[in-house]
């Protein structure tokens, strides 16, 4: 996340904060509810791509939990003593009312017609209309994956001779397709065709449920059309929907098909939902004759080879699992300064050509400078006396984010800048570094007297942007210090091959600042490797001890056909 980022969300969080307290306390009008819980929303959906753990997004949800319920106990009364009307009081009564009835979806399998009645009406007071009120039942159902409830309200409405929408219908058969074991084939392909007969065209969301629904079913192949159809209107196919069709892919024996949509899968960069893929094409491996399960295993091994991406702990398990039966030693290791601690083997660190690394600059230059940060974002009297000073003074072998650096641990140390400095020149007498700075920083820097060029941005500009080209064009030997993940400006790459020639740029020139410490560069690249005899494969995978996105794994799995004889 980067540092305004940071700033935005622990201001509003803490505004928001007071804000209910106060409104709790006090008593104050309802709308403060309103004003409060859309905070929350707003800040949690624009920063969800920046939280690197799973940690910093639950305090989100736990601060809008807390909010909902409020909600939920306040506003679905009326106020007393208050006649006028309150359309924002109107509108959030609507969306929590079945709130107070969760222990009902969430522990309850039937309920009476009675029961029903109760719940419906507590919609309807609110203004909500029948039908409506129908599709928020059938999405609480769907919330706690409550599937026999959901039946039981469908049965209700046939007996009052109610016909369910299509919203309905659709949000029904994704909890279908959540519960396949208990719903069946028969029943969710019935469901399908009887809404491809009310519904001649699928919009998006219908077509991504239609998929995930035939991927369970033996017509999986059915959902190729609405795959086609998603990638036509120029929407991407998520990585549910991607990882669904691979999985009955591989388990159909279909392979070809299956990596087709890998490609597909890396090309769209869902590397999250990589363990699911691994896990269905293994699990399609231990299907074939031992003469073909190890080919099948490799050809995955340098799938990951590919992405540049490592699985988790469960992947890493099966795996090892699969080799061993193959007559593969397979042991747990730790690659120290490059070298296997079981095997001896020294890893290799994946170079990038002069041809790739121009192709990235300029790259670089066209879609994330001239058409974005640069001209957007600063001034262009200052990017031309910033290329002046490259031009001058460059190339340099260290490029250093001076705002970054000193906002270490989500806290302001600016002495930790100097200590950085005097670090790098400890180890490299003759190193000739550029430090990047925002202009309200001028005077600490000017006092610290580093021997170091130092360039001034304006507070507004992307200072992220001048560090990266800075470092670009002083060639593939630099050393760049920044913690930031630079993400954004990855995803702006066109290519996947791009975006892979990036990465791998970031991992061989990127040092970190991780508690206020400089830590050593890479000795090998993070990436499942084959030995160069071909014999034996070294897999990186997460054991569950990494917190943050841009730490690598410490773990690795040793694999070696027996065959080898181990040094």
Known sequence: MNLQCI??????????QRWLTVTIVNKKPRVKFQQCYNNFVTIRNISCNSLDTHRDQSLFSKDITKCRTVLSRSLCTPLIGTAEEDPVKDHVRRKVVFDRF??????????????????????VETGLTTERCDVRIMKACLGFSNYKLATNYLSHMQQLQRTPNTALLGIYMELCTNNYQECGEEKLLALYDQLCTRLPVFDLTMSQRAVSALCCTSQWQRSFQYLTFIKRIGSKISAKNLSEIMKVAFGASETETGWRYFDIFCEQQYSDYINNICLSYLDYCKTLDKSKQEAAVVELLQKLHELRVFPDRSTARLLHHLLTGLNWNVARTSIRRGVCEKCGEKLQFASISEQKFDDLRETFLELVLKNGDIYRGSDPTEWRNFNNLLEDCGPFTHVCDALNISYNNGRKEISLIKKVIQHIIRLHPDANILLVCRQHQKKLITSMRL????????????DDSYTLYAALHSGLAVKVVTSDLLRDHMFRMRSAEMRRTFRLWRQHCQLFVKRGQLQAPAACTTMSQQSQDGKSWHVPYDDGSIEFSHELPQSWLCARQQSVRRR
Request: hydrophobic letters at 35%; aromatic letters at 10%.
């Open 7 to 16: 700033t935005r969300v622990s201001a509003v969080r803490s505004i928001s």
């Open 102 to 123: 969760n222990d009902h979806f969430r522990d309850k399998s039937n309920l009476s017609s009675s029961e029903w009645e109760v719940i419906l009406a507590a919609g």
């Open 451 to 462: 021997p170091v060029r130092t360039y001034y941005v304006a507070n507004v500009s992307q």
